[in-house]
C-alpha cells in the first residue's frame, strides 16, 4: 500500500510505502534499465524521469517534484517499487 500526499514544503507529491528500506545501488541498476536517467546518487537517489524530478530516500520515501497529479507520481512511485522489489531478500 501506497500513501500519497502534497508536499508540505514544495509543489510535489510524497509517496510513502508501508514497507521501508531501499539498496540505493541495485535500485539504481533497475531503474536505469528502465530507462531512467540517474542525475545524482548520495545518501538519497535524485533521477530525472521526463518533466519531473524524483528523490528516493534510503527508507523508500519518495517525492514526485513540479507536479499536484496524485495518480501520475503514483505510476512513477510503482515502476519504481517493482524494481525494489525485484531485488528484495525474503
Given at each position: ?90
Amino acid at each position: 500500500m501506497l500513501i500519497a500526499k502534497p508536499c508540505t514544503s514544495m509543489k510535489g507529491i510524497v509517496i510513502t510505502p508501508r514497507e521501508n528500506d531501499a539498496d540505493l545501488e541495485e535500485l539504481c541498476e533497475c531503474l536505469a534499465g528502465r530507462g531512467y536517467r540517474i542525475k545524482r546518487v548520495t545518501r538519497f537517489l535524485a533521477l530525472l524521469s521526463g518533466e519531473h524530478d524524483i528523490t528516493i530516500f534510503p527508507s523508500g520515501k519518495i517525492i514526485v517534484k513540479d507536479t499536484s497529479d496524485r495518480e501520475g507520481a503514483l505510476k512513477i512511485a510503482t515502476d519504481i517499487y517493482e524494481c525494489l522489489q525485484a531485488y528484495r531478500v525474503i
